[in-house]
């Protein structure tokens, strides 16, 4: 909307409008103009549009990285057909999936998301009490706010001392609460997935998310609460029907980029405090093309692999597009 | 009313005060077990606050003793245990004073309400053991000279750091620095020439920044790391801020912020002799100063924070940024919390620091790339 109104604008002022010679002046000023956008347009070139077309490219290719370039056999879709086909049992006839680890790692990327709507409404609940004019509450936000910014890899390597099973301190915490049988948190393959939610949870609750809340509550007029007031609400009614509602495009906003960054993150907490393991109990989808990347050196498959999470991702941002306005009015 | 109001208040803190207190907790564990001797670090049941056990040297034969805490007639008494015989400690009590010197056998073991109980119980004091910081800065050594590279026949010697922690954190602020820098400069011509300037092919190129913004990263990854390879970069200093330095959401962010500068002073820039360069330099830049320190801020933290992308291209110790260094710290001492945890301090420390500095500024960056992004 915004750029429109600045396009109608556009310069008007007369020595651009109609010089003695337009048409070289127009050629002076898209050159210029080329100037500007050279140094970002190369490297975006080069860097991203490129690589892109290239993942595609390479999906269809396989090649160890490490022979010459030469060596690449092009296989067509059949790294495509070996992550995502099925083939029957020749024995039982049953249905299997190619890769039954493949449908597992997309599990546990999407167990792990568990912690987004958890983390969402104590983000919520954080930002409506900090919202509150309350004496001390700034210190209080900054608090909620340190461990966002920590360095990622320096609070894997602390979670990993809190997680370890003897000397950690939240089996210490569970042992003093009179709970004997404590979890191995990293070391059980049921236990790894809830304990990087649990770290999550920790980093992110007081983080971005909690901030856009206050922000959203620092724009709901006055007058609605005190309409609400007069109306006889209490607190609990003026939550559900001012709050609520006026947070519902804060709320749709934080839960699509949550989603959508949710396929595309906790690879640092994996790497360093997991590696993935148990029993690839948290290998996620990201941290799968990594290891087939830059492990086993399969970049075709690895390519494939990106190219799924990618049509992943942008069915969602396209879900967003088309129905993420409705369903923001419609939800709440 | 008020009373509603104060109740409030106070449900308010409670739960904020917990909630608080769980984002410190951790930390606060991390910064004492980073100053625990490994005895402590290593103690079971574990201790939150870095004790040690107290010792007593003997003045007859010059022996390191260990202290317990005893009774001794019904009180409290500090004793040194000088030997242990058929489940009998013979101790020598040092305090309190009127019972000092006094040399007794006590038992291992005595009935309590609950079962057998230990006589003896470990007297432990408070000891910071600060040596862990800098034991853990000089942990890693470094074998090779520190910047040295050739550019043709052009041959850089190099520096020589012997500390790992050094060089990472020169690493780290070089890559970050120039990264930050070069974001920025590139990312504001490019966003002035979309929002700005008129051109042929202007809205197709900006459609295609656009539809490349959601690209997952490690979609490029692959090729990227390929090219990388083909022109010899991997394990340099360009494979780290070549690929970072052209970004199409900063861009995106710039414009968004470019296009609300009033279109009457850059008119009134034009009519006083400006050619595009100058109101770039005059009129834009100057105006749209929170939106390029917004923009800095998050260059500067994401690039300082990175690992996935270190991890792939960097193999030469001398070259890792910093949280790599400490990835690969962590691998060589996985079992020496107490180094890790100081390691750890050593890293997140200034970044807390910087945070608590600027956090009034930081916040509302967040707000206004999350926003408009």
């Not at chain 1, 790497?271 to 799968?288: E, K, N, Q, R, V």
């Not at chain 2, 933290?301 to 910093?322: A, D, H, R």
């Amino acid at each position: 909307m915004h750029d429109d109104q600045v396009r109608k604008e556009q310069p008007t002022i007369p020595s651009m409008a109609g010089g003695t010679r337009p048409r070289s002046k127009a050629l002076r000023q898209w050159a210029a103009a080329y100037g500007f956008l050279l140094p970002n347009l190369v490297g975006f070139l080069v860097f991203t549009l490129v690589p892109v077309i290239a993942a595609m490219l390479l999906s269809f290719v396989r090649w160890d990285a490490i022979s010459p370039w030469r060596q690449a056999q092009w296989v067509g879709l059949s790294n495509y057909v070996e992550i995502l086909g099925f083939h029957r049992d020749p024995t039982t006839g049953a249905l299997l999936p190619n890769d039954d680890r493949f449908w597992y790692y997309l599990y546990n990327t999407v167990y792990l998301m568990l912690g987004i709507p958890i983390g969402m409404a104590l983000s919520l609940v954080t930002a409506l009490l900090l919202n509150r004019p309350m004496r001390g509450v700034v210190l209080f936000r900054t608090v909620f706010f340190i461990p966002t910014v920590c360095s990622a890899v320096a609070v894997a390597v602390l979670w990993r001392w809190i997680y370890q099973p003897d000397y950690g301190l939240l089996n210490e915490a569970l042992r003093l609460a009179g709970i004997e049988n404590t979890p191995n948190w990293l070391g059980d393959p049921a236990w790894a997935k809830p304990a990087l939610i649990l770290m999550g949870l920790w980093v992110g609750v007081g983080g971005y998310n909690c901030v856009l809340y206050l922000a959203g509550l620092q724009n709901i007029p006055e007058e609605m609460y005190e309409a609400a007031r007069l109306d006889g609400a209490g607190w609990w009614a003026r939550l559900r029907h001012v709050t609520w509602p006026l947070l519902a495009p804060t709320t749709f906003f934080i839960l699509v980029t949550s989603i959508i960054s949710g396929f595309q993150g906790f690879f640092v907490s994996i790497h360093i405090m997991t590696a993935g393991g148990p029993a690839g109990s948290t290998t996620t989808l990201l941290y799968h093309i990594y290891q087939t990347a830059f492990v086993y050196h399969e970049m075709g498959r690895a390519s494939a692999l990106a190219m799924i999470l990618f049509a992943i991702v942008l069915v969602l941002t396209l879900l967003n597009w088309r129905y993420g306005r409705e369903a923001a009015q419609v939800m709440f | 009313m008020k009373r509603a109001l104060i109740f409030g208040n106070v449900a308010a803190y409670t739960v904020l005060g917990i909630g608080g207190a769980t984002m410190l907790v951790p930390l606060v564990w991390m910064v004492a077990t980073s100053l625990k001797d490994p005895s402590a670090a290593m103690s079971f049941p574990p201790e939150f606050l870095p004790r040690i056990h107290e010792t007593w040297r003997n003045p007859t034969n010059g022996e390191l003793l260990p202290l317990f805490w005893c009774d001794v007639d019904g009180r409290r008494a500090k004793v040194a245990r000088l030997r242990i015989f058929k489940g009998a400690a013979v101790v020598r009590v040092l305090e309190p004073p009127d019972l000092a010197r006094r040399t007794l056998t006590v038992p291992l073991t005595r009935e309590g309400p609950h079962g057998a109980v230990e006589t003896l119980r470990p007297a432990k004091r408070l000891y910071f053991r600060w040596a862990n910081y800098p034991e853990a800065w000089h942990a890693i050594q470094l074998e090779r000279p520190w910047m040295a590279f050739r550019i043709g026949r052009w041959e850089c010697p190099g520096i020589h750091i012997r500390d790992g922690f050094l060089a990472f954190y020169l690493n780290s602020l070089i890559v970050t620095v120039i990264v930050t820098l070069g974001q920025l400069f590139t990312s504001s011509l490019a966003a002035f020439a979309f929002a700005r300037l008129r051109f042929p092919g202007r809205d197709g190129i900006f459609l295609g920044y656009l539809a490349t913004i959601m690209v997952p990263h490690v979609v490029t990854m692959i090729p990227v790391f390929v090219l990388l390879r083909w022109l010899r970069m991997i394990d340099t200093y360009w494979a780290m801020i070549l690929p970072l330095m052209f970004s199409a959401y900063g861009t995106f962010l710039l414009r968004q912020f470019f296009l609300s500068v009033p279109q009457d002073l850059e008119d009134a820039a034009r009519l006083d002799g400006c050619g595009p360069w100058d109101v770039y330099r005059r009129v834009i830049l100057p105006l749209s100063r929170p939106a390029l320190a917004a923009l800095g801020t998050f260059v500067f933290l994401g690039t300082w924070n990175q690992f996935m992308w270190p991890l792939i291209v960097m193999n030469s110790t001398e070259k890792m940024p910093l949280m790599l260094g400490l990835y690969s710290f962590m691998g060589q001492y996985s079992a020496e919390w107490h180094y890790l945890m100081a390691a750890s301090v050593m890293v997140m420390g200034p970044v807390i620091l910087v945070f608590l500095i600027g956090q009034r500024y930081f916040v509302q960056g967040v707000v206004l790339s999350g926003m408009k992004g």
